[in-house]
């Protein structure tokens, strides 16, 4: 089973982020006290933010090409696909990414 959701925490005492993919979509929430159950409603990561962290190859960009493999992620990055649901469409990998995957022979 797949983990589908992403908590980064700087550790700082700054509020943590939480990501999710649900039904195809991206979704952040800030959690202000992470020992508490109050949280922000989530909210969908809008095309032009998923772009900002590819293009920076932040954390969240890696775990996503993870998740959601490199063609589903760059379709959610471009401006029309907040309307559309990916959830059901197989996902591609690039070469290099499928051999990353597959186990290492020793």
Same mark, same amino acid.
């Given at each position: 089973?797949?983990? $589908?959701?992403?908590? &980064? !925490?700087?550790?700082?005492?700054?509020? #943590?982020? !939480?990501? =999710?993919?649900? $039904?195809?979509?991206?979704?952040? =929430? &800030? *959690?202000?006290?992470? %020992?508490?159950? @109050?949280?922000?409603?989530?909210?969908?990561?809008?095309? %032009?933010? +998923?772009?900002?962290?590819?293009?920076?190859? @932040?954390?969240?960009?890696?775990?996503?090409?993870?998740?959601?493999? &490199?063609?589903?992620? #760059?379709? /959610?990055? *471009? *401006?029309? /696909?907040? *309307?559309? $649901?990916?959830?059901? !469409?197989? @996902? +591609?990998?690039?070469?290099? !990414?499928?051999?990353?995957?597959?186990?290492?022979? @020793?």
């Amino acid at each position: 089973m797949a983990c $589908n959701s992403l908590r &980064i !925490d700087a550790g700082d005492g700054s509020p #943590v982020m !939480d990501y =999710r993919i649900e $039904n195809g979509h991206v979704e952040s =929430r &800030i *959690s202000f006290f992470p %020992e508490e159950t @109050t949280q922000s409603d989530w909210k969908a990561v809008s095309p %032009e933010e +998923l772009s900002e962290h590819v293009m920076s190859g @932040t954390i969240l960009s890696l775990w996503l090409r993870r998740r959601m493999g &490199i063609f589903r992620l #760059v379709r /959610a990055c *471009s *401006s029309d /696909a907040s *309307s559309t $649901n990916y959830s059901d !469409d197989p @996902t +591609l990998l690039m070469e290099a !990414d499928r051999n990353s995957l597959l186990p290492k022979n @020793t």
